[in-house]
């Protein structure tokens, strides 16, 4: 899934480039426009509607994902260690990555944080230097990281989060609206549980991949949504004292 949505954002973007909207796709496939901007906010064009839109640039598909590849080969997917613990050691930057990250302005930043522009600045310049983004004029920030980017499994970031905010994330009864705490137990074979650990992998793919999609809607249209999936072969120590050695 997360491959092709880079594959329909490039393709947008070839669209853009040469000047066709999708009216003009809509013409040429002979559906509605309303039809056309459907498929591709859903990400589910058909190979044979891919294969005629490219034939609308004069492309063929795989011009489509050569150009890809090479929009992609420049993006971070994940950071080095010891980049990760130059952000984690510094809270105010790690606040920072994980709002321009989700596409804030800094503006915004000031707005919502304790944080003027020269702060602003000094730590966008070390995301530019780290090489997350693109540090622009007029303090407009271009991302570089890929869909699939990712903290290290168990890394400086990761760990920050287990150790400071776990207790804080679980501080609440999960009543709230958009909030949801599912406990299941039950005892599963190595091929169950394999396949199981595959799913909540896809699962995390298809948020990352709403998550994406739903970077081009204001701010003001979304909301900070923390989602914690975990696995594991796991005994409650209460129970030690009634086990048998």
Known sequence: MAQTKQLIDTLKRSLKA????????????DLSEASVKRLFSADALSLSRLDKICQLMEMEISDLIMQMSKETSFLVSELSLQ?????????????????????????????????????????????????????????????????????????????????????????????????????????????????????????????????NEEARLPLEQRRGITVVLAMRNWKYGLFDSLRRE
Not at 18 to 29: I, N, R, S
């Open 18 to 29: 040469h000047g066709l909207l999708y009216a003009d796709v809509a013409k040429h496939l």
């Open 83 to 211: 980049q990760e613990q130059e952000i984690a050691d510094d809270v105010g930057l790690l606040l920072i990555t994980v709002c321009i990250l989700n596409g804030w302005t800094v503006a915004k930043l000031m707005e919502v944080f304790h944080f003027n522009e020269h702060q602003c600045i000094r730590y966008l310049a070390v995301l530019d230097r780290l090489k997350l983004i693109d540090l622009l004029i007029g303090n407009r920030v271009k991302l570089k990281v890929s869909p699939n980017f990712k903290w290290r499994d168990n890394g400086p970031i990761q760990r920050f989060f287990q150790e400071k905010l776990a207790a804080d994330f679980f501080n609440t009864q999960f009543m709230g609206e958009h909030e949801q705490l599912v406990v299941i137990n039950g005892m599963l074979s190595d091929e169950a549980m394999t396949v199981f650990n595959r799913k909540l992998k896809q699962l995390a793919v298809e948020f990352n991949g709403l998550n």
